[in-house]
């Protein structure tokens, strides 16, 4: 008799108690970067990680790793102006 042994993959870098301190360090800060999330993750493991798998964690989690800054928002004069030029 044979049997399919489980666990043919690469191994984890993070455990899930660790991705759930990498989700919960993210949600406290929501406008931190993954780069940012991981060096935080380096102080307080010892342990380091890529952006990437930060990244990945944050997917698994819900969130979604992405650059802290949006746009600019527009003042009254940017607004008039943009007008002018169009009409």
Do not use: W
């Amino acid at each position: 008799m044979c049997s399919r042994r489980h666990g043919g993959g690469r191994v984890r870098s993070t455990t899930p108690a660790e991705d759930r301190y990498i989700v919960l360090s993210a949600k406290r800060n929501r406008r931190t970067t993954a780069q940012q999330v991981a060096n935080q993750f380096l102080a307080a493991s010892g342990k380091q990680i890529s952006r990437k798998t930060v990244a990945r964690r944050l997917r698994g989690g819900g969130l979604y790793a992405r650059r802290p800054v949006v746009c600019v928002s527009l003042t009254r004069q940017h607004r008039t102006a943009r007008f002018a030029t169009v009409s």
